[in-house]
């Protein structure tokens, strides 16, 4: 899809999102600040050694990384950190602005709402068709279906599932369920998005078009975090590496 | 104040939600209508409801028939007139009616005549037998006012004045073991009431939490998409809901089919010697209003239950899945 399809894509979404007036000012006065600071965060399970150590670095609006590292380096640790599914053990995380260790249960919903999360299992629900599934964040939000039926199925489309939007995940092949987990954690218009290992479970064909997608996204305005220990498809993009090795974080800009 | 916004964007949402679902009633609904966990899970509340309402039922058709027993005996007292030489047992008889009709808290007296007299000693002596040429004490059935009894010692005593051969028996004996036999019935249907009510809820909690892992993977995803726990919750009451319901309401009817068709298996056998032996115990063995009120109570007990178990399961899983410190977790 050309940048120009996608941008009124988004464009369309955030503005049914987030309200008209908002989103000029918002953008503005943003572009460019952290989203999500991590300063000394180190993280252990139970009494057990740190398994991340000292990690200090920033996501910004609009960047692209990949996180990388050997397996069991703690990708998936830091990731969970990153969408507020982990507590660290000691330094500070700031997301959107806030502290974590201040946020309430009451407050991680609306701050959820903008990070996309696109897990490696797809994690779709298998009784809804792709539609559905993808409208789902909008639906859980009490949105009324008139207002983000067309957002949705362009977003579908946009994605390449024209053809499948009424097709259950059982009968979608690995691509297709990554497009439309990809499509569910962007439909409401997030600040970012984190990608766990997005190309683990498709070839090197659809690998590569679905970093042409990650790219095109972060075109329009969205940050990229991309885990993955795929040498290839990172060596396909000139982008910010944050490499994890022994629980430290070594940055490559 | 962050946090009253968050209440009202919460409160919100939920209406909104609401509201949807009734402009949409042809949306997947969020939670998978059916499935082999939630069919096994409504099977076994439709038993567990089952069992527990033929207890509740059992319970309160014991309860009834016993203070039926108990009221029946408390309203009449019956006075034995012992054959004697030289005494005319009718003129006897006709006496102690008299005194007792005259005495306060007597609400009525009458003499038992020889054809029921014959058919209660019918099981020892026979049928067609001559009562005048045995010496068989005879019978004047007391009926008196419960509320208001009258002095049973001051009528025994002019009883045995005027009719020496007059014995009046009050069945306070009687009626003290039933009403202990009744007690003790009771109690002990309560008893096993309680250990089936445990059992049931017990059975239902865990049936619950077993159908409600099966889901996990959706209260994740609708909580990594934004879902708030509030929203989540409720759609997983709403469906437990309608499971219990259908389980308990099964189960519930099914019991007080049983007992609708003892019932009028019952009424409708009057005559044969089963249905008479029955009666006789339970009278037309209805469970009453008690009954069958507390069946449907039941019912909403175990639905809600239920739905209960379902949303604290929720809240439960989003709290081990929602910023969790790996040191506490």
Redesign the interface.
Same mark, same amino acid.
């Given at each position: 899809m050309h940048r120009r399809e996608m941008a009124k894509v988004f464009r369309h979404c955030r503005v049914v999102s987030m309200g008209r007036t908002e989103i000029g000012p918002l953008v503005e006065r943003e572009r460019g600040s952290g989203l999500i600071r991590f300063e000394n965060v180190g993280?252990?399970?139970?009494?057990g050694p740190e398994v991340l150590r000292d990690l200090t670095f920033e996501i910004r609006r609009q960047s692209f990384q990949f996180l990388t590292g050997p397996s069991g380096a703690g990708k998936t640790s830091l990731l969970r950190m990153l @969408?507020?599914? +982990?507590?660290p053990?000691r330094g500070l995380i700031t997301v959107l602005g806030r502290d974590?260790a201040t946020?309430?249960?009451?407050?991680?919903?609306?701050i959820?709402?903008r990070i996309g999360?696109v @897990?490696q299992d797809f994690?779709?629900?298998?009784?809804?068709?792709t539609y559905?599934n993808v409208a +789902?964040?909008l639906?859980?939000?009490?949105?009324? =279906?008139a207002t983000y039926r067309q957002d949705v199925v362009d977003l579908i489309k946009w994605v390449g599932l024209g053809e499948r939007i009424n097709a259950l995940p059982v009968v979608l092949s690995g691509g297709e369920k990554q497009r439309a987990a990809i499509a569910?954690a962007l439909i409401?218009q997030p600040d970012i998005l984190l990608a766990d290992e997005p190309t683990g479970n498709v070839d090197a064909p659809l690998a590569r078009r679905l970093l042409r997608l990650f790219l095109e996204l972060n075109r329009s305005g969205t940050a990229v975090v991309i885990a993955t220990h795929d040498l290839g498809l990172m060596d396909q993009v000139e982008a910010r590496r944050l490499v994890l090795s022994d629980g430290r974080l070594t940055i490559y800009d | 104040m962050?946090?009253l916004a968050?209440?009202l964007?919460?409160i !919100? =949402?939920?209406?909104?939600?609401w #509201?949807?679902s009734l !402009?949409?009633p042809r949306?997947?609904p969020?939670v998978?209508p059916g499935n082999v966990a939630g069919r096994a899970l409504t099977t076994v509340i439709a038993i567990m409801t089952f069992l527990a309402s033929l207890t509740v039922g059992g319970v309160s058709l014991v309860s009834e028939t016993a203070g039926r027993w108990q009221n029946d005996i408390s309203e009449e007292i019956t006075v034995q007139v012992k054959p004697a030489e030289g005494l005319d047992m009718l003129v006897a008889l006709e006496t102690v009616r008299q005194i007792a009709i005259e005495t306060p808290g007597v609400v009525g007296a009458s003499i038992m005549d020889e054809a029921s007299t014959g058919r209660l000693l019918e099981p020892w002596l026979g049928e067609g037998v001559d009562l005048d040429e045995l010496p068989v004490p005879r019978l004047v059935i007391i009926g008196i006012d419960s509320d208001d009894p009258p002095d049973f010692a001051a009528l025994g005593e002019e009883l045995r004045r005027q009719v020496p051969q007059s014995e009046l028996d009050d069945h306070r004996a009687w009626v003290s073991r039933l009403v202990a036999m009744a007690r003790s019935m009771v109690l002990a249907g309560s008893f096993v009431l309680a250990l089936v009510l445990i059992a049931t809820i017990l059975t239902v909690v865990f049936a619950t939490r077993g159908a409600m892992s099966g889901n996990r993977?959706?209260v994740?995803?609708?909580h @990594?998409?934004? #879902?708030?726990?509030g @929203?989540i919750a409720s759609e997983f009451q709403r469906h437990f809901l309608r499971l219990g319901l259908i389980g308990a309401a099964t189960g519930g009817v099914l019991a007080m089919m049983v007992f609708a068709l003892i019932g009028s298996w019952t009424d409708s056998n009057r005559a044969t010697p089963e249905a008479d032996q029955i009666s006789a115990l339970f009278g037309s063995f209805s469970i009453g209003w008690f009954g069958y009120a507390g069946v449907v109570g039941l019912i909403v007990t175990v639905a809600t239950l239920t739905a209960l178990t379902s949303r604290w399961t929720v809240t439960r899983h989003l709290a081990e899945?929602?910023?969790?410190?790996?040191?506490e977790g």
């Open positions: 993280l252990r399970y139970d009494m @969408f507020l599914a +982990l507590k053990t974590v946020l309430t249960r009451r407050d991680l919903p609306s959820r709402r999360v @897990f994690r779709l629900l298998d009784h809804m068709t559905e +789902l964040p639906r859980v939000r009490g949105k009324e =279906e569910r409401d | 962050t946090d968050a209440h964007v919460d !919100r =949402e939920r209406v909104l939600g #509201a949807n !402009r949409q949306a997947t969020i998978p993977q959706i994740e995803v609708l @990594f998409v934004g #879902a708030r726990a @929203f899945i929602d910023m969790i410190s790996p040191v």
